[in-house]
């Protein structure tokens, strides 16, 4: 079996050591050993050296060009244009694929129909969708880390999440779908990463104030709980105080937080219709609180996809996370 063994040495002790196999590169790599495999296969950046016996050695210079190969795919380029320039710069020459000299090179794929990895289709997207659905379909945790970090940090979270991040979500959650299931780990590694990006970017909760605090809550079974995180974040980063109690909150907690805390503005996540409920909705709409003459009701906010159509509720739907900001902070000015 050519993945046994840890191979955590320098450079020097894997010349010394005559090399690593195929299983200890694509763990240094965080990578699939089918994915090494393939690249050898693909585009000729297999072991510079071929050694006796049946197992192939990888040199400390075949791993920096494959470690050269991961960095540039993390950044959206295509895998076939990465592998030329991690040959380049490690002096080698390409030579042919060997199991797919007599196939055709394949043709550059038309605008707005791009690919990731294994044929996750983004669209016309911006490039750093594509480098993070790469490194999402490796199961990269250090490039996808990394790459999310870059994309909040350059673009700010509102912008990040409607352009980059949740494009690529809905991409993976499309490749799901189509594909029998193949991809769940995928969909749930990402969201777990995007999950831990956000927690990362979100400053510490503002106190209290009186009559500004917003509750995020999903309805009860509805588990979905990203959008709200993302909209926690935002909102904290304008110093607005939040509550955020997370997925599938039971409609009798769901009152007693709005009876306790009396918000401006309560933010219902419904990802389907089936858990959409208006009448839950308008109840939390109804409730009052304050002194006798000086009674509040909160925003309600219907928010989600689940909401989509229900305009009769008579309460604020706001399409996307930059309205839904804009809402909530409306909310806490009334």
């Not at 690593?20 to 090494?36: F, I, K």
């Not at 309560?266 to 959409?276: E, H």
Request: charged residues 25%.
């Amino acid at each position: 079996m050519d993945d046994v063994g840890a191979g955590d040495g320098d450079e020097t002790e894997v010349r010394r050591g005559g090399g690593l196999t195929t299983g200890e590169v694509a763990r240094r790599l965080g990578v699939a050993p089918t994915t090494v495999r393939s690249w050898d296969r693909r585009y000729g950046l297999g072991p510079a050296a071929h050694t006796g016996g049946r197992h192939r050695r990888w040199t400390a210079g075949d791993l920096a060009r494959l470690e050269r190969m991961c960095a540039l795919t993390a950044t959206g380029l295509p895998p076939a244009e990465a592998a030329r320039l991690a040959m380049d710069a490690t002096g080698s020459k390409t030579p042919p694929p060997r199991d797919e000299a007599t196939r055709p090179l394949p043709q550059p794929v038309a605008r707005g129909r791009s690919r990731a990895g294994t044929g996750l289709r983004l669209g016309d997207v911006r490039q750093e969708c594509k480098g993070i659905a790469r490194a999402a379909l490796r199961l990269d945790a250090a490039a996808l880390d990394a790459l999310l970090n870059d994309a909040i940090e350059e673009h700010g979270l509102v912008a990040a999440w409607t352009e980059v991040i949740m494009p690529t979500l809905q991409a993976v959650g499309r490749k799901w779908e189509s594909s029998g299931e193949r991809y769940v780990e995928v969909e749930h590694f990402l969201s777990w990463h995007v999950s831990g990006a956000l927690r990362r970017h979100t400053p510490p909760v503002p106190a209290d104030r009186p009559g500004a605090t917003t509750l995020l809550a999903c309805v009860p079974a509805e588990n979905h709980t990203l959008p709200l995180e993302v909209l926690a974040a935002a909102l904290a980063e304008r110093g607005l105080p939040i509550r955020m109690f997370g997925g599938s909150l039971p409609v009798e907690s769901l009152v007693a937080a709005v009876r306790r805390t009396g918000p401006a503005a309560v933010g219902l996540w419904a990802q389907s219709r089936t858990t959409a409920s208006r009448p839950l909705a308008q109840h939390i709409a109804a409730i009052e609180w304050g002194v006798r003459g000086a009674r509040r009701k909160p925003v309600v906010l219907t928010l989600g996809p689940g909401w989509a159509g229900r305009n009769a509720l008579g309460l604020p739907h706001p399409p996307g996370l930059a309205e839904a900001v804009a809402a909530v902070e409306s909310s806490v000015r009334r």
